[in-house]
């Protein structure tokens, strides 16, 4: 299967301190990303749509000010994570798709603890 | 707003067993079902997708089957191991297909060998 690589696999940082992750794919070119985060015993909640070259599409509740989203190339997309707090701390996760409806294929994961 | 339900929340069997993992969904037009399986920390592994018009799929000793006019969809596991052991997802694609995935919040199976 395709590969996704996505990094850090775990972040600790002071609040108010900013945050990248990054996900690539890493034998494909992924057209759209997704991101994805997972607070403690709740299910993974879809955050934002990435297309490349266009801005990304937030779900209803998540800050794109605070969640911002690049995805300036077919295999990277970026997660920032602007001035962090406690709240915040949860597992990032993104996928990465050769097209929108084609099978999404996830990275490993970010562990983000925001002190 | 499409919500996904999985049922139990914990399992814990003998190895050996065969077991059935639940999954319910309450829009119907959905664009594709998917079963994953995520281990402690880790990210996801796909197990089995199942697209709208499929009713089950199969890969070695899992079995997924998908009953979209009643929302339900299984996991079948025969022969549980100790190495199944793990937290499985199911998701569903939106109708239109270019959607992100809903999840359930899993259910955590432990294999007692």
């Known amino acids: 299967g395709a590969v996704v690589s996505q990094h850090p696999s775990r972040v600790i940082c002071k609040s108010g301190t900013s945050v990248k992750i990054e996900c690539r794919s890493l034998d494909f070119q992924a057209t759209t990303m997704f991101w994805y985060r997972q607070f403690p015993k709740k299910s993974l909640m879809l955050m934002a749509t990435?297309?490349?070259?266009?801005?990304?599409?937030?779900e209803q509740g998540v800050e794109k000010d605070k969640f911002l989203i690049n995805h300036a190339s077919l295999t990277l997309s970026t997660l920032t994570v602007t001035s962090a707090h406690p709240e915040d701390s949860s597992f990032y996760i993104c996928?990465?798709?050769?097209?929108?409806?084609?099978?999404?294929?996830f990275g490993a994961g970010t562990r983000l603890s925001v002190l | 707003k499409q919500e996904v339900t999985q049922i139990p929340a914990a399992l814990s069997v003998p190895e050996g067993e065969n077991l059935v993992l639940n999954c319910s969904f309450t829009?119907?037009?959905?664009?594709?079902l998917q079963w994953f399986r995520q281990d402690p920390g880790k990210g996801l592994t796909s197990l089995l997708l199942?697209?709208?018009?499929?009713r089950e799929q199969t890969s070695g000793r899992l079995n997924a089957s998908l009953d979209k006019s009643s929302g339900r969809s299984t996991l079948y596991i025969a022969a549980s191991q100790p190495g199944d052991s793990a937290t499985y997802l199911c998701?569903?694609?939106?109708?239109?297909?270019?959607?992100?995935?809903?999840f359930g919040k899993g259910t955590h199976l432990i294999i007692q060998p």
């Open positions: 996928s990465a798709t050769r097209s929108a409806k084609n099978i999404q294929y």
């Open positions: 829009d119907s037009a959905i664009y594709n």
């Open positions: 998701a569903v694609k939106g109708g239109g297909g270019a959607d992100g995935l809903t």
């Open positions: 199942i697209q709208s018009s499929q």
């Open positions: 990435s297309n490349e070259g266009s801005k990304a599409t937030y």
